[in-house]
């Protein structure tokens, strides 16, 4: 007897987040949407995560653990998790992140009721230590390629898209962006991303992260535009200066 597939595989790239990843599966187990699985890819974590997840999933068997055998990058277990995945829909859910209770079962009946492919929802911003910095992001309500080239403002915790009809989209392989990366392949398609405008997802600001580091993210868009878009130099410049710009205005 084939065990029934799930309706979502919610993927996470963990890697020393010992802090963080309780949380971050606490919040997918409180989901009021049952019907999931999460697939944590380890990328050679030098604390102690992956036994803390592995504690999980000995529990529950709807969480599977997948150890990598040597350091890769996000891109590389992003898109090891997506193609373990079972699930119809895609989530993505980052090691240092945590969901609303009701993020799934909102954002599925969304997607269901206009019939969108590819969506996102609101977020908020929280320190290392939990506490609020008063900053919800509400990017707008579609976007199509071109806008967003100026400005990404998806969170990657707040993804989710259709495998029925946009198949299994994987991430660049780039160390930074990736997810960046990811968006814009599947709007380059002829797919808007449609956003849910509710805050459903809590989001680590991290010390030395990219979006702690505004020099590091005009280096790594750089890199986008110019290695995976394959812009030229001009091109590129036009909508590294839209980023810079829009970054600057709204924080």
């Known amino acids: 007897m084939k065990t029934p597939k799930p309706v979502v595989s919610v993927v996470t790239a963990?890697?020393?987040?010992?802090s963080f990843i309780g949380e971050t599966i606490e919040s997918v187990l409180a989901q009021s949407f049952s019907?999931?699985?999460?697939?944590?890819?380890?990328?050679?974590?030098?604390?102690?995560s992956a036994s803390i997840a592995a504690g999980y999933s000995e529990k529950d068997s709807r969480i599977v653990i997948?150890?990598?055998?040597?350091?890769?990058?996000?891109?590389?277990s992003r898109n090891t998790a997506i193609e373990a995945a079972k699930?119809?829909?895609?989530?993505?859910?980052?090691?240092?992140?945590?969901?609303?209770?009701?993020k799934l079962e909102k954002q599925l009946a969304f997607m269901q009721k206009s019939n969108f492919a590819f969506t996102h929802t609101w977020f908020e911003k929280y320190d290392e230590e939990g506490n609020s910095l008063g900053v919800i992001v509400t990017p707008p309500e579609s976007m199509n390629y071109k806008s967003l080239l100026k400005s990404n403002r998806i969170g990657c915790l707040?993804?989710?898209?259709?495998?029925?009809?946009?198949?299994k989209v994987f991430m660049p392989l780039i160390r930074k962006?990736?997810?960046?990366?990811?968006?814009?392949?599947?709007?380059?398609?002829?797919t808007d991303?449609?956003?849910?405008?509710?805050?459903?997802?809590?989001?680590?600001?991290?010390s030395g992260s990219i979006s702690d580091n505004k020099l590091e993210m005009v280096k790594y868009n750089w890199m986008l535009y110019r290695k995976v878009e394959k812009f030229d130099i001009f091109r590129s410049t036009y909508y590294l200066s839209w980023n810079v710009f829009r970054k600057l205005r709204n924080g």
Not at 14 to 18: G, M, T
């Open 14 to 18: 963990l890697y020393n987040s010992a």
């Open 35 to 48: 019907d999931w699985e999460m697939i944590i890819v380890d990328d050679c974590s030098t604390d102690n």
């Open 66 to 76: 997948i150890s990598l055998k040597e350091n890769g990058g996000a891109a590389i």
């Open 87 to 102: 699930g119809r829909y895609i989530a993505f859910l980052d090691s240092d992140d945590r969901w609303h209770h009701d």
């Open 158 to 167: 707040t993804v989710i898209y259709d495998t029925e009809k946009l198949g």
């Open 177 to 190: 962006r990736q997810d960046y990366g990811l968006w814009l392949k599947i709007l380059k398609s002829g």
């Open 193 to 206: 991303i449609h956003v849910l405008p509710e805050n459903l997802a809590f989001y680590s600001v991290r």
